[in-house]
Nanobody, 113 residues
């Protein structure tokens, strides 16, 4: 069955970095567009960015230049490298197989001193 599982969240100080991973299974990963979303405390889930099957990333304005999405089709992993983190990046981060309704369980990222 289709599964996407996030890992790598944690507590980091402002200005720090964190790398999230999403391991996928149960579908042809190399042909899939994947996305990262986040849900800040008390707010709705929002898009962070996406990566096409060919590896082209797209980011929302608030993370552009700080976050990088990449994929490793040999390992069925899509990654989110987050640099220059800010307190407002605090959220539960989710990975999704775009267009299918399959989501991971989320991983908590907290940016605080």
């Amino acid at each position: 069955q289709v599964r996407v599982v996030e890992s790598g969240g944690g507590l980091v100080q402002p200005g720090g970095s964190l790398r999230l991973s999403c391991t996928a299974s149960g579908f042809t990963f190399s042909a899939a567009a994947m996305g990262w979303y986040r849900q800040p405390p008390g707010k709705q889930r929002e898009l962070v960015g996406t990566i096409s099957s060919s590896g082209m990333p797209v980011y929302v304005r608030s993370v552009k230049g700080r976050f990088t999405i990449s994929r490793d089709n040999a390992k069925n992993i899509v990654s989110l490298q987050m640099n220059s983190l800010k307190p407002e990046d605090t959220a539960v981060y989710y990975c999704t197989y775009i267009g299918t309704g399959y989501w991971g369980q989320g991983t908590q990222v907290t940016v605080s001193s």
